[in-house]
């Protein structure tokens, strides 16, 4: 049974930075690639970031360069993302995503439809 265990979420200010946490079970990690993906109220879900568990190749949204980081535990089966000089805009539900696609070249998959795994989703709320 594949789960994927979000925490890290919070109300911080805007200039802030959190560290989201995901706890993979039930699939071959190292195989995998998974991804951060963002939903605002009244907006369409987002991919934030993603990474190949093996290869470390990550893929960034352009909102996001420079301030959010991906990286991965192997040994934990963790995925974090840390994110810094948040901003309201930034405010979502974040949910992780593992997927089988591995991607070939330079591409990382980072669209919803290449993820087939779901976590429940943590709130980060970036407000004054």
């Not at 963002?38 to 290869?55: H, L, N, T, W």
């Not at 301030?67 to 089966?77: L, Q, V, Y």
Request: hydrophobic share 30%; glycine share 14%.
């Amino acid at each position: 049974q594949v789960q994927l265990v979000e925490s890290g979420g919070g109300l911080v200010q805007p200039g802030g930075s959190l560290r989201l946490s995901c706890a993979a079970s039930g699939i071959p990690f190292e195989y995998y690639t998974l991804g951060w993906f963002r939903q605002a109220p009244g907006k369409e879900r987002e991919g934030v970031s993603s990474i190949r568990i093996a290869s470390g190749d990550t893929y960034y949204a352009d909102s996001v360069k420079g301030r959010f980081t991906i990286s991965r535990d192997i040994a934990k089966r963790m995925v974090y993302l840390q994110m810094n000089r948040l901003s309201p805009e930034d405010t979502a539900v974040y949910y992780c995503a593992a997927g089988a696609r591995y991607g070939s070249g330079g591409y990382v998959p980072h669209e919803s439809d290449e993820f087939d795994n779901w976590g429940q989703g943590t709130q980060v709320t970036v407000s004054s």
